[in-house]
């Protein structure tokens, strides 16, 4: 595993940053962003430069956009931690990469418009297009690590890190490869990213307490606090790794993956997607729902998604919904977008391996429509057998995965 996030550098520093209940959310300060302009003032930005995030060649810094760059560390951190000879795969045709982001290349195509606007269409960089496009995160990865089975992006929005790892968990459950570099990564701290989701109202704008703005479930919440990170993994067949002696963090075992089709921004009132992706995971799982013990929720600290969320844990997990713990750990790391998925998996991975449910902060005044076990304030010490992340996205796309402890 990899991963890259506000409050932590890599897993270990995240891991301990998770369950201490420590956010990384601060007031922005990018000289390319000029917060007078903006309604929000603040982030949860990664807490490494663009040099510090190149592995090799420096050159990578300005020749790759923020995005890719993220993935490229976290992808790196991933692959060490595998134990795999990546120089000396058996066949690099049965190893792949499903690496997304729900935006892309932001940073990038701002910095060129600016150009052409200012100098004209030959000043327009030659790095433009490749430093732009989605699929580039993924491209990029299996260029470093000689992967050369199934090679793509899925842009999803928020869900795009989770349909990732389940497209990739589907390679490797119908035979087509043995490993799958897979997850989500994302860099929309811009202003353009700023201004589009302000102009939404879909952002906190808590500029005088950056650190609680992010409040998954309780009642004062007011927007999302938009973050940057990735999340990476490194997914093998069973079997295969077992024989090579791997270390093994914890099984996928189930994904499930539908369409609200009702709005571009909003969930659906009714929660029939979220419900039928829910109840697909567990089907594919071969569960039942009581036997899930947390919940790593989508909890974006909006309205609408955290009661909507809510509700369609209750109708997919009847009584058991007030006894198992859902949390949401976008509290401390804000919302990473199309990284999220990767992330929050990540997350689920390590509660699961360490008997440790990661809480929710920043939760002080329940709300009516939200009231479950969110696992408030501090972290949990608590042994569960099964975890399930949900990630939703605009546009309506659901995507739920279901996590085994490894025994």
């Not at 449910?357 to 569960?384: F, G, K, S």
Request: aromatic fraction near 6%; proline fraction near 4%.
């Amino acid at each position: 595993m990899g991963l890259l996030a506000c409050n932590g550098n890599n897993v270990a520093e995240y891991w301990t940053a998770v369950q201490a209940g420590r956010h990384g959310i601060a007031t922005i300060h990018l000289p390319t962003i000029d917060l007078s302009k903006h309604k929000t003032h603040f982030g949860g930005t990664v807490q490494l430069d663009n040099n510090a995030l190149v592995i090799g060649d420096m050159k990578q810094a300005r020749r790759k956009d923020r995005f890719v760059l993220l993935a490229l560390k976290a992808a790196h951190e991933a692959i060490l931690d595998s134990g795999l000879d990546y120089k000396k795969w058996a066949d690099p045709f049965r190893v792949g990469c499903v690496v997304g982001s729900g935006i892309g290349g932001l940073s990038t195509i701002e910095e060129e418009y600016t150009t052409l606007m200012a100098r004209g269409p030959s000043r327009v960089s030659p790095f433009l297009v490749p430093k732009m496009i989605v699929d580039s995160a993924a491209g990029d990865i299996s260029i470093a690590y000689g992967a050369k089975g199934p090679n793509y992006s899925i842009t999803t929005a928020c869900a795009t890190g989770s349909h990732c790892i389940g497209a990739s968990f589907h390679h490797i459950r119908s035979g087509l490869v043995d490993i799958m570099i897979s997850g989500g990564t994302e860099a929309p701290m811009t202003n353009l990213g700023i201004a589009g989701f302000n102009s939404i109202g879909a952002l906190s704008t808590r500029n005088e307490s950056p650190g609680t703005a992010s409040r998954p479930f309780d009642k004062d919440r007011d927007g999302f606090v938009i973050g940057e990170g990735a999340g990476i993994l490194i997914l093998e067949e069973l079997e295969h790794a077992k024989a090579r002696g791997a270390t093994i963090y914890g099984e996928l075992i189930g994904y499930g993956c539908t369409g609200d089709a009702f709005h571009e921004t909003q969930p659906d009132p009714t929660g029939a997607g979220g419900i039928a992706c829910m109840r697909q995971a567990l089907n594919d799982a071969r569960i039942s729902p009581e036997q899930i013990g947390y919940i790593n929720a989508h909890g974006t600290s909006t309205k609408y998604n955290d009661a909507g969320e809510t509700k369609v844990v209750k109708e997919v997990f009847g009584a058991h919904a007030r006894t198992l713990a859902m949390s949401s750990t976008k509290s401390m790391t804000g919302h990473t977008l199309g990284a999220a998925g990767g992330i929050e998996a990540i997350t689920s991975i390590l509660a699961l391996r360490h008997g440790v449910l990661p809480p929710t902060i920043n939760y002080t005044t329940p709300d009516p429509e939200c009231d479950l076990d969110y696992v408030p304030n501090h972290a949990r010490a608590q042994t569960i057998e099964y975890a399930l992340s949900n990630n939703l996205g605009f546009g309506g796309h659901n995507a739920s995965l279901i996590f085994k402890r490894f025994t």
